[in-house]
């Protein structure tokens, strides 16, 4: 009876463990957003094809944008948003609004976040990633961010305001952007499990982020070029744009191609960490057709 009781026993634990393992890792899954879209750039100049797929996503002319230069230097903060609010109208969009604090307090009140519950787009404008997370994260203006997203709306930004829409945030220390993993590491986490990175090739970054992905196995690194960016719908990204995007998977980074680059009109699955061979879908669509 002993015997049968240990084995039981055992098994249970087996049962257990595995399903403990199974959510675990389902947990680390790197997954977009539900609805929506996030549009997500790797600094530099924003190219018409970008702008015009931001626009159309958030409506068309009939688009009701906020732009947010919270990631700027307090120097410049006045200004912040300007350019892109210019650029915006000049493309045909004539609702847009600049809304910014650094105050988590304000960003926590009806009156701030009341603009963003009519937006059909957001604009996060270029900076240190940090400013962004200490004036919005878990506060009232946060979940407005997710509840555009919920309600079918865009959310972009560049080179900062690329960086605090993973989970991780990247080269978030207050002392300068060289620290790697520094004094902030919580994005607003529109992507579960992905630190990103930007202007990569244009500012020789593109092994940066070997070490952190072997660290954290559980994150999926992206690191985007300048004048390109990655269009995330569900589970899946695009990219958008002049040049390359590269992916860091703990799979692959202690292979000799640690990371793999991906150009103009290619596409990648989050979840499965696996580009996805538009090629080959359309031969075996075309053979089913027979």
Known sequence: ????????????????????YAQQKAQNKTVGPENGSLII?????????????????????????????TAGEDSSISKGGLREKQILESLGVSSVT?????????????????????????????????????AFLNTRAHREFNNLLKRGGVIAGTSAG????????????TKGNSVLVGDHVQGLNFIHNVAIDQHILKRNRQFDLIDVVKARPELLGIGIDESTAILVQKDIFEVL?????AVYDAAQINSKIPFTFFGRGQRYDLRLRKEINDVARHANLSNDNR
């Open 1 to 20: 009876m002993k015997r049968i009781h240990d084995f039981m026993l055992a098994s249970l634990l087996f049962v257990f463990s595995s399903a403990g």
């Open 41 to 69: 750039v790797g600094g530099g100049k924003v190219g018409p094809q970008i702008w015009s797929r931001f626009i159309e996503l958030a409506g068309g002319e009939s688009a009701n944008i906020v732009v947010i230069p």
């Open 98 to 134: 600049i809304v910014h604090t650094r105050d988590p307090k304000v960003a926590d009140t009806e009156k701030f976040v009341a603009p963003l519950k009519k937006a059909t787009g957001i604009w996060f404008v270029g900076g240190r990633q940090w400013r962004i997370a200490d």
């Open 162 to 173: 690329a960086t605090i829409q993973g989970s991780f945030l990247l080269r978030g220390d």
């Open 241 to 245: 744009g002049d040049s390359y995007v």
